[in-house]
């Protein structure tokens, strides 16, 4: 059961079942948990007490709390069009960075860190512009992340942020993930293929925690997700974006809303309303064949009617390429899709893309910015990636 006011009853056997808001107010006045006679209360309590923390959390310690909504600055224009990666840095680092891509040179600049987690499947909610991924820990969690960037600077060290947890997920692993620019809805892809979603409403009013256990009881994520797709063709996407649109030529040429991934020289187009609609199509007009995963894809929709699209390849070699998935055509009875290089990009593993999608596009025209020569260098300050997490079955 979810828990979305202070004046709902606890939903464990919390000490005669006594209401939330009456306990921490005896919480706050007397600084200690108080015992029921007649039981052992202490667990539940501690857990109630997690809870308090994690509602805001001045009431019982006076400190700033993980779950604390700090929306990503999609409304500041230094901020705004980011293409960003989230990056898994395993040992010696252990740490998680959010990371900026430098346009000029390829690299990623860190700006929000967290120490000792792996994520994954994150994306930016385009209607409260807060951070959203899966955890890599067992059981997979849905969190929200917390980066204060109101005094950073591009340059400045990055900021260490922080994680709330909202709940579980059943599934082996969870390796892509994004919202729909048009109704908020969050979209996971598990392992095999097994698209999830998670609406709006239940996003915005799921309860946070500091602990992850105390999400994990409470279970709040798992009675409210649906599958919407099933299919192993969609297994090799590290990573996708969701986009309302009409593919010329491709399903009768009506508008829907789409899953789109790249993987090598293809991209992936899965209806999300018609299961059975899916297609490979062929890159065409990028100068050179890309290769292997895109595990960063970006969508950038200021115009909604014709979102740019941006697929980051993850082995440094062929940069940032764009699909027109507005442009597709028939050549010799294949379909084809134009696509551009736009930007390098250095080489990353264990990672996924995430920006503003209501913003226009930072990158120049597609076919305007020089192939890259040779691979950015794979290294940026201390950002040695040494674990991978979007392989394939």
């Given at each position: 059961a979810k828990i979305n006011s202070l004046s709902r009853t606890f939903p464990f056997a919390f000490c005669r079942n006594v209401p939330v808001q009456m306990a921490l107010a005896v919480i706050v006045m007397v600084g200690m948990v108080v015992a029921v006679a007649g039981g052992n209360c202490q667990a539940d309590d501690n857990v109630l007490m997690q809870m308090n923390q994690d509602r805001g959390g001045s009431l019982a310690t006076g400190k700033r709390s993980a779950c604390d909504s700090k929306p990503f600055p999609c409304s500041n224009p230094a901020f705004a069009n980011f293409p960003l990666q989230q990056i898994n840095l395993g040992s010696p680092d252990n740490k998680v960075t959010f990371s900026v891509l430098d346009l000029t040179t390829g690299n990623y600049e860190s700006i929000c860190e967290i120490p000792n987690v792996e994520l994954?499947?994150?994306?930016?909610?385009?209607?409260?512009?807060?951070?959203?991924?899966?955890?890599?820990?067992?059981?997979?969690?849905?969190?929200?992340?917390?980066?204060?960037?109101?005094?950073?600077?591009?340059?400045?060290?990055?900021?260490?942020?922080?994680?709330?947890?909202?709940?579980?997920?059943?599934?082996?692993?969870?390796?892509?993930?994004?919202?729909?620019?048009?109704?908020?809805?969050?979209?996971?892809?598990?392992?095999?293929?097994?698209?999830?979603?998670?609406?709006?409403?239940?996003?915005?009013?799921?309860?946070?925690?500091?602990?992850?256990?105390?999400?994990?009881?409470?279970?709040?994520?798992?009675?409210?997700?649906?599958?919407?797709?099933?299919?192993?063709?969609?297994?090799?996407?590290?990573?996708?974006?969701?986009?309302?649109?009409?593919?010329?030529?491709?399903?009768?040429?009506?508008?829907d809303t789409y899953l789109v991934g790249c993987n090598g020289n293809k991209v992936i187009l899965q209806s999300l309303t018609t299961p059975a609609n899916f297609i490979r199509i062929t890159m065409t007009d990028f100068g050179a064949v890309p290769a292997g995963q895109s595990g960063a894809t970006w969508l950038f929709a200021g115009d909604t009617t014709n979102p740019d699209i941006y697929c980051a390849y993850n082995n440094g070699a062929n940069g940032v390429i764009q699909v027109n998935v507005t442009g597709t055509f028939k050549d010799g009875g294949q379909d084809k899709i134009p696509a551009g290089f736009v930007s390098s990009s250095r080489g990353t593993q264990s990672n996924d893309g995430l920006n503003c999608m209501k913003v226009d596009t930072p990158f120049p025209p597609a076919g305007t910015a020089p192939p890259p020569t040779t691979r950015p260098p794979t290294t940026t300050t201390t950002e040695t990636t040494t674990t991978t997490t979007t392989t394939t079955t």
């Open positions: 994954n499947a994150c994306g930016i909610n385009p209607s409260t512009d807060e951070i959203y991924c899966m955890t890599r820990d067992t059981p997979r969690q849905l969190v929200r992340i917390k980066c204060d960037l109101d005094s950073f600077t591009l340059g400045d060290t990055a900021v260490t942020g922080q994680v709330c947890y909202l709940g579980p997920l059943d599934g082996p692993d969870f390796n892509a993930g994004n919202f729909d620019p048009n109704t908020g809805d969050y979209y996971v892809k598990e392992s095999g293929g097994i698209i999830r979603k998670i609406d709006f409403i239940s996003l915005v009013t799921f309860t946070g925690y500091e602990s992850a256990a105390v999400a994990e009881a409470v279970d709040q994520v798992k009675p409210v997700t649906t599958t919407v797709v099933s299919d192993t063709d969609l297994n090799p996407l590290a990573d996708f974006n969701i986009a309302k649109f009409s593919a010329p030529g491709i399903f009768g040429g009506a508008e």
